[in-house]
């Protein structure tokens, strides 16, 4: 039963119908109604799971080569890889991490019907991520498997509230209203990242106002921007690495026609994501006011990054392409600084550093999304580098893997001391409770 449970908390698509469902149902909808809407939030994050699946078969190849061509050696930044493999290598933190998510969703939503912070985290894989970063750091700690599923489901619980408060301001200074929050690990980097961007940038000056030619207004159709940006990095990448190399992804196809079609696909994911946020959005949304009219007053629901792409294209894009920078960079001074060598992640440079961008963009217009996507990129490397050195991967089956969720290495860094990480969760908690409530007084 348990295993149903976490297939369930784990599969977005469905937990997300069942919450569309529960909100229909709570605001007395016709069965027609509830299942049409049901049904159409699952299939819009399915869409939506197929654009991102189809973004990064479609990259991958170009990961490599990027590798290739440049001489790469290091470790890959993949937080799923570092999370699954301490799963498979030690049973303890399988079992507990497991009771740590589903018990920390009910804490979350106790937190959110309770406490000032409304926020319903609901990013899946995010969740699993967070619960077996927090249950290897205790166990790594000594403590057993009691303390670890209590204290763990406990501290799960409040940063899946704390997070997407931190990220709020800017989703609100970004969207204008309070409808929806992000739930994801790359908060810590991000918001930051946009601080500092907007500290150095011009607000004035938006990116997604920039005035082009007649003879180049095609470049403001997203479609026709991301084709153009991600043909000239493969083309330059696949012309780079040579025939000889790029045959051994393209067979017998063209490495030149290979490089152009693989960046067409790139677009194609994207085209076919932004459907499933609409899809989903559109549903999902008004759904939720059921369950915040009726269990959860006021409640927010946390979903996952691509819920914001659509509202800034353009900053997506810059973020996307100083992210890469900034991690390039980051690469070569954790190498020099700290010995080791992150990869340059593409993908998260895409899908988080585009969300740096957005939120760079919203606080300091286009110089603030060129800054911000630097800074995130250079943090995530650094920092995964950084997190390397002090904690043992191999030791718990990861050798060869970093994370690539900032979030996960500030709160595996603080959880170095599980005492220290706890009372810094427990007083960002109540920090955000208090300014929640004085925004609240301020704007009522």
């Avoid at 190849?61 to 498979?88: I, K, N, Y």
């Avoid at 693989?262 to 549903?283: D, N, S, Y």
Wanted: glycine share 12%.
């Amino acid at each position: 039963m348990l295993d149903f449970l976490l297939n369930i908390i784990r599969t977005p698509a469905i937990i997300l119908g069942i919450v569309a469902l529960i909100g229909l149902v709570l605001q007395k909808k016709s069965a027609g109604q509830v299942f049409s809407g049901t049904v159409k939030t699952a299939l819009g994050m399915l869409v939506l799971s197929a654009g991102s699946g189809l973004i990064v078969s479609e990259i991958l190849p170009f990961v490599d080569l990027f590798s290739t061509v440049f001489h790469l050696q290091g470790f890959a930044t993949s937080s799923e890889a570092v999370v699954g493999a301490m799963s498979s290598a030690v049973p303890t933190i399988a079992s507990t991490s497991a009771i740590v998510m589903a018990a920390g969703f009910l804490i979350n939503v106790l937190l959110a019907r309770f406490s000032p912070l409304k926020y319903i985290f609901l990013t899946g894989h995010m969740m699993w991520i967070l619960s077996v970063a927090i249950a290897g750091s205790l166990y790594s700690a000594g403590f057993n498997e009691t303390i670890i599923m209590v204290a763990g489901s406990i501290l799960q619980g409040i940063l899946m509230v704390v997070l997407p408060a931190i990220g709020q301001p800017m989703v609100r200074k970004l969207t204008g209203s309070n409808t929806f929050a992000i739930a994801h690990l790359t908060t810590l980097g991000t918001v930051p990242a946009a601080w500092v961007g907007g500290l150095l940038g011009d607000k004035s000056k938006s990116a997604e106002d920039i005035k082009l030619p007649e003879s180049l207004e095609f470049f403001k159709d997203t479609s026709m921007s991301i084709s153009i940006v991600m043909g000239l990095f493969y083309l330059i990448v696949v012309i780079m690495a040579g025939p000889a190399v790029v045959a051994q992804y393209a067979g017998e196809t063209n490495y030149i026609v290979y490089g152009i079609l693989k960046a067409l696909g790139f677009t194609a994911g994207i085209l076919v994501l932004l459907q499933g946020v609409r899809m989903f959005l559109g549903e999902l949304v008004p759904a939720f006011k059921g369950i915040s009219d009726k269990l959860v007053p006021g409640a927010v629901p946390a979903l996952d990054v691509p819920a914001l792409f659509a509202f800034a294209p353009n900053s997506l894009m810059i973020g996307f392409i100083t992210a890469v920078v900034g991690m390039i960079v980051g690469m070569f001074a954790s190498s020099v600084v700290l010995k080791v060598v992150p990869l340059v992640s593409i993908i998260g440079a895409f899908f988080t550093g585009g969300v740096a961008g957005i939120y760079g963009n919203a606080t300091g217009g286009r110089r603030g999304a060129v800054i911000s996507g630097f800074v995130y990129g250079f943090i995530l490397i650094f920092g995964s580098g950084l997190l390397f050195t002090i904690f043992d991967y191999a030791a718990y089956g990861a050798a060869g893997v970093g994370h690539d969720c900032v979030d996960v290495m500030v709160i595996m860094g603080l959880m170095k001391i599980p005492y220290i990480g706890i009372a810094a969760a427990v007083a960002a908690f109540l920090l955000l409770c208090w300014m929640e409530v004085k925004h609240k007084k301020n704007h009522s």
